[in-house]
């Protein structure tokens, strides 16, 4: 089952952006300790260049805002915060190496290093190395390891990665920790399903649709799990409330599309998988099986 992007890891990653555009905002800087730097910037010019940079930042010009945050950490390579303002600019960029390499400087640097979480692990998942992003993942846990977002943050990854008997175990000790969380829950309720545990699944899931009847995940795990008990009609249901609540989510589409095949409803197919293409561009299969299915209709 495809997994959405981590909606929490975001949520970190725009606290982080609104941290940095906070201090703009307030026109509070912060300035180097005299003779940290190498270059011997004067105040007025670091913070001509501090002003240069938020300025491209706030308004999303990633280009223009890495040339004067790369000078301001050349003459203060110590400062986290220009090393963290250069790892979001990366981030922008789809420059995932030097992302990477920037929060491990942070990691190294910071007095929080738990604040390069959960994006050190993003960083190297989109460079395609699943074992650095689990490492990076492992030692955000280490730091805090009752948190329920680091505890969800690897328990993604372990299950993106295929990791799923690991990956659920740390999704039920985070609802432990945190009963009632719907994305721990979730999780927790995906693995379950492709475990075969199916009423675990079911209670799982039910319990984040009784707080948010109109959750979308949940709804595409009840509408799966009643897909493979034999429930056709209720997982229509549930699928179809789930494109209600986010017509936008191209996995509800998918499974959709793969009920429509099944009961050979051959147009309701093909508005599906359209759909799915019209979402997700990168989806190869379902281009292909909508082309095969449009032949399939002449």
């Known amino acids: 089952m495809p997994l959405r992007p981590n909606s929490k890891a975001t949520a970190a990653r725009v606290a982080m952006i609104a941290a940095a555009l906070g201090v703009f905002s307030w026109g509070v800087y912060w300035m180097p300790a005299p003779g940290s730097g190498k270059s011997g910037l004067s105040p007025e010019k670091a913070r001509a260049l501090h002003d240069k940079g938020a300025v491209m930042r706030r308004y999303g010009n990633w280009m223009r805002a890495l040339p004067p945050t790369l000078e ?39 007095p929080l290093p ?12 989109l460079q ?10 492992e030692r955000c846990l280490a730091l805090e ?21 690991r990956a659920g175990a740390l ?26 545990k199916y009423a675990e699944c079911g209670a799982v899931a039910g319990s984040v649709i009784e707080h948010t009847p109109n959750n979308p995940d949940a709804l595409l795990v009840l509408g799966l799990l009643a897909t493979r008990q034999g429930h056709r009609a209720e997982a229509k249901n549930y699928l179809e409330r789930g494109v209600h ?5 191209a996995d509800l589409h998918l499974a959709l599309a793969n009920l429509a095949e099944q009961d050979a409803n051959l147009d309701a197919a093909i508005f599906q998988y359209r759909r799915v293409t019209e979402l997700d561009k990168s989806n190869s ?11 399939a209709r002449r």
């Not at 395609?128 to 993942?137: F, N, S, T, V, Y």
């Open 245 to 249: 609540a986010a017509d936008g989510y």
């Open 171 to 196: 999704y039920a000790h985070g609802l432990v920790v945190k009963p009632g969380d719907p994305d721990l829950a979730i999780g927790l309720a995906r693995v379950r399903l492709r475990q075969g």
């Open 128 to 137: 395609g190395l699943a074992k650095q992003a689990i490492g990076a993942l």
């Open 72 to 110: 301001l950490h050349e003459a203060y390579p110590e400062s986290h915060i220009y090393i963290a303002e250069l790892a979001e600019i990366y981030h922008h960029l789809s420059r995932y190496r030097e992302e990477a390499a920037m929060w491990e400087a942070f990691w190294m640097r910071a």
């Open 145 to 165: 390891p009752e948190s329920p977002d680091q505890l969800f943050y690897l328990a993604h990854e372990l299950e993106r990665n295929g990791d799923i008997e």
């Open 285 to 295: 299969e379902a281009v292909e099986k909508l082309q095969m299915l449009e032949r």
């Open 114 to 125: 738990i604040e390069a979480c959960p994006q050190i692990g993003d960083a190297y998942r």
